[in-house]
């Protein structure tokens, strides 16, 4: 029974390190950038602008307030702990990881369709910051969601094969201690919302 469990725990703990947003959001830029673009080069160009703006300024800061944190603790930290346990810290990665890339991408032009994807990713982002200082929702599902819904409003019916998935991450989470049912669907529902509202204003649901 033990080694089932152990088992079980393992597959969940892959399923939850293969859809990690941060993973995701590749995929989901560089299909959306396809979408908007008439040639490989153009596909390539909005792809590394979206996803370079996206993540060297989080993983910069991140290495940045991990080494400062060693160096005054004197002792090796767990990145995962040290900004779980500081809400101002997760706030500002959440700000940094969407708010630069969508202001690039507006500066320069890009496609309405992946200005918009990054705009969903970076309110999600912010917003399950902010909850999660009173309440733990689901940072996984809520940013899963708000990467793969904004596929159904540009990609139509065949991107529902994604359900799966929603579904795979919510149990794996689960399976793993990290979140209640309740979490999750908070998390689910604050992705969807705010994916519908971006939307909606960029008039993107048709």
């Known amino acids: 029974m033990d080694k089932e469990q152990d088992r079980l725990r393992q597959l969940a703990q892959l399923a939850s390190t293969a859809l990690h947003p941060y993973v995701v959001f590749s995929l989901v830029i560089a299909l959306v950038s396809y979408e908007g673009s008439s040639s490989i080069l153009v596909w390539a160009k909005w792809t590394a602008v979206a996803l370079l703006s996206a993540y060297v300024l989080p993983m ?8 400062i944190a060693a160096r005054t603790s004197g002792a ?7 900004f779980r346990e500081k809400p101002n810290e997760m706030l500002s990665l959440a700000c940094l990881f969407g708010i630069p890339s969508a202001l690039v991408l507006h500066l320069l032009h890009a496609p309405l369709n992946i200005t918009a994807t990054v705009i969903v990713v970076s309110i999600t982002s912010v917003l399950i910051a ?3 200082r009173v309440y733990r929702a689901s940072f996984h599902l809520a940013l899963f969601t708000s990467m793969t819904v904004p596929l159904v409003f540009i990609f139509g019916l065949p991107s529902l094969v994604l359900v799966p998935f929603f579904l795979l991450l919510g149990f794996s989470r689960y399976i793993l201690g990290e979140h209640t049912p309740k979490q999750l669907v908070t998390g689910f529902f604050i992705g969807l919302l705010v994916s519908f509202g971006t939307f909606g204003l960029f008039g993107l649901l048709s």
């Open 76 to 82: 090796q930290i767990s990145l995962r702990s040290f």
């Open 60 to 67: 910069s800061y991140m290495q940045t307030r991990m080494a």
């Open 130 to 132: 902010l909850v999660n």
